[in-house]
């Protein structure tokens, strides 16, 4: 099955490519050795912009013009893919060792995938770079080549495509692999002295003019560059005092990170040490683009944390930070901007400096602190779970990965409820099926709600600001809480408002539906967005940021009935229980008073919601949980593991102060 999964993504990622107009396909190939390219040009190759390699690159590519003009798409994205396949399978068998028969399995299939949707790859196919190129000699220089020359051979010629690349003839020296060090330094020498001989100004441009490059392609402050010399740019700071600066920093992490990569090689950790090497190269590099940023994809294999359930939290943040834009892992908010422009740079440098990659000796290495799991719910059918198989873990949840999944969920929930749209003509349809409905049922209250409200100036304000503030904050207030306080509790209710809102997704695509506010002729009045040009089929620039029919259910009457189940199960005062009630009565009440929703989307809402509580307590048992005989909790000492019987609590005593410390 994966490998039916790396099969589909290859031919995915080509149709991506062949798809293009060719003008737009392979884009920076097109403006190397296209009719039209650099190589062609009479002159120098650094004329223009539009070429970023060495002069030793342009050497090597300049026979493949004829080639590339002939069929330029198709063979240059196959060899890619070769490329890359030949990457993952050499980096999953590089796995320091020992390995288990599952992963030695499942480790090439799930590199390729990886390879295939990291943000480096998908670049590098769109643009036409060789950038996958120097990263698979130096895994075939570790990893797969006999004899200290032919490594060394093979870091030469990648160091000569990509200069930073001759970090790892550092790493070779520090490693007593002297001979290999020596052959890769003499080979950079000798490549890049026949692109001397063969282009000499270029070669000048190139080294001295540019300093490596470093003044070639897009703004070395634009996004794209995520070295440190491209982060301090962004910061405002230029001149002598940025390069400064710059190679002061470049030289704490190289010193940084190639002890800790000498450090990781010794212990039988080469493939760590290489992505450490890689992820210092991005950093040091003066320009460090985004198909160039594959080495941190493979600080993947480092392992982190001593207890398993934060052993996942380090490769599921490599891979959303390599898969996934910045805009969908931080929010847009001003504060965060800086990180955001920067987070491709500050996993290379966490992976270099700072990550605490535990050694092969350690003995959290094979046995991790175990999970704390709740016993498991026996299967009736008549009290449900069904399907008992997804074990109710009784410690707290990371909270870096929380936030990260939280945000990544939500981003992509809001894509496909942008995406969910059919149309205006078919949601004004559906609106006057649910408003024929509701006048069938006596339930259409909508118009005489909306306008009485419209009357009273301060109704009309308070029901329009609770609508667009209290919509998020009391959801997030309510996870923080059980978070800190009850964590058990947190997992149970997370689950639920996910799956409700999984649910809600399938009724925007498949019943896209108008709004009060958006239907014309029935003389609603819209006190959230203002007057609506309904002789406009966007209705402004409004729906440019969000589907307005994406109103069935309605969420905002969902999320409000899911907090004020949870208070109501989970407070332990009265007034708390009265209090988190009034949180779906004033919403219900809003979202009707501001003809942004009709009476059945809260129908809608309550029923997704109901669901998603039933989803969770199907899958993982009721949420009080039940207390087996005597079971034993392993505990590490120093070296040993000893089991040690702990009582387990029952009902709401998880969640209480005694049981904080699960």
């Not at 392992?303 to 834009?325: C, F």
């Not at 129908?603 to 899958?619: E, I, M, P, Q, Y």
């Amino acid at each position: 099955m994966l490998w039916l999964v790396v099969a589909v993504l290859a031919v995915r990622q080509m149709a991506v490519v062949l798809r293009q107009p060719p003008g737009e396909r392979l884009t920076d190939l097109e403006t190397w050795i296209g009719e039209n390219g650099v190589l062609h040009v009479k002159g120098s190759l650094y004329d223009s912009d539009r070429f970023t390699g060495t002069p030793f690159a342009g050497l090597v590519l300049k026979p493949l013009t004829r080639t590339a003009e002939q069929s330029l798409g198709v063979a240059w994205t196959f060899g890619s893919l070769l490329l890359v396949a030949a990457l993952g399978i050499v980096a999953a068998r590089a796995l320091p060792g020992p390995v288990a028969r599952r992963t030695s399995l499942l480790a090439a299939p799930v590199a390729i995938s990886l390879l295939m949707l990291s943000l480096p790859v998908r670049n590098a196919f769109h643009l036409g770079q060789t950038s996958i190129l120097p990263v698979l000699l130096v895994l075939l220089a570790c990893f797969a080549v006999r004899g200290e020359r032919a490594s060394g051979l093979l870091i030469g010629i990648a160091a000569a495509l990509q200069p930073t690349v001759l970090l790892f003839a550092v790493l070779f020296w520090l490693t007593g692999r002297r001979r290999a060090a020596v052959t890769g330094g003499t080979a950079f020498a000798a490549c890049t002295a026949l692109a001397w001989a063969a282009m000499p100004s270029d070669s000048w441009t190139y080294w001295v003019h540019h300093v490596a490059g470093a003044g070639l392609g897009d703004n070395p402050d634009s996004l794209a560059n995520q070295s440190l010399h491209g982060a301090l740019l962004r910061f405002g700071l230029a001149g002598p005092f940025e390069i400064v600066l710059f190679a002061v920093l470049a030289v704490a992490v190289c010193y940084l990170g190639l002890r800790r990569a000498v450090r990781y090689a010794r212990d039988g950790q080469l493939l760590l040490a290489v992505a450490v090497t890689g992820c210092v190269a991005i950093a040091v590099s003066p320009t460090a683009w985004q198909h160039q940023l594959l080495w941190v994809l493979l600080g993947l294999v480092g392992r982190v944390g001593k207890r398993a359930s934060d052993r996942l939290v380090w490769p599921a943040v490599v891979v959303l930070v390599i898969t996934l834009p910045g805009q969908m892992l931080l929010p847009n908010m001003a504060a965060v901007f800086p990180l955001r422009d920067n987070v491709l740079l500050i996993a290379a440098l966490g992976a270099a400096c700072a990550a605490p990659f535990l050694p092969r000796t350690s003995p959290y290495w094979q046995r991790p602190i175990p999970t704390d799991y709740a016993a498991p719910v026996p299967a009736r059918w008549s009290r449900v779970p069904l399907l008992p198989f997804w074990r109710r873990v009784l410690g707290r949840p990371n909270l870096l990965l929380e936030l990260l999944l939280i945000r990544v969920v939500y981003s992509a929930y809001a894509q496909v409820r942008l995406a969910a749209t059919a149309g205006r003509g078919t949601a004004e349809h559906h609106g006057r099926q649910i408003h024929s409905l509701e006048q069938w049922l006596h339930i259409d209250i909508e118009h005489w709600f909306n306008h009485a409200v419209v009357e009273v100036g301060w109704l009309k304000d308070f029901f329009s600001y609770y609508y667009t503030t209290f919509h998020f904050i009391v959801p997030l207030a309510i996870l923080g809480v059980l978070y800190v306080r009850r964590p058990v509790d947190y997992r149970w209710v997370r689950s639920s408002i996910g799956f409700a809102t999984l649910l809600a997704l399938v009724g925007f695509w498949l019943y896209p539906l108008a709004p009060p506010r958006l239907m014309p002729g029935l003389g609603f009045i819209d006190t959230v967005h203002g007057v609506q040009d309904f002789a406009k089929p966007d209705y402004g620039a409004l729906t440019e940021m969000t589907n307005q029919y994406a109103a069935m259910p309605s969420l905002h009457f969902g999320w409000s009935l899911w907090c004020g189940v949870v208070v109501v199960m989970l407070a332990p005062k009265p007034w708390m229980k009265a209090l988190g009630l009034l949180h779906p009565l004033f919403t219900v009440s809003a979202i009707i008073a501001t003809a942004n929703h009709w009476v059945l989307d809260a129908v809608g809402g309550a029923a997704v919601v109901a669901l998603g509580f039933g989803l969770t307590h199907v899958l993982s048992g009721p949420r009080r949980l039940r207390s087996p005989a005597v079971p034993t909790t392993p505990k590490p000492h120093d070296d040993l593991a000893v089991s040690v019987p702990v009582p387990r609590p029952t009902g709401d005593a998880v969640g209480s102060k005694q049981h904080q410390g699960l």
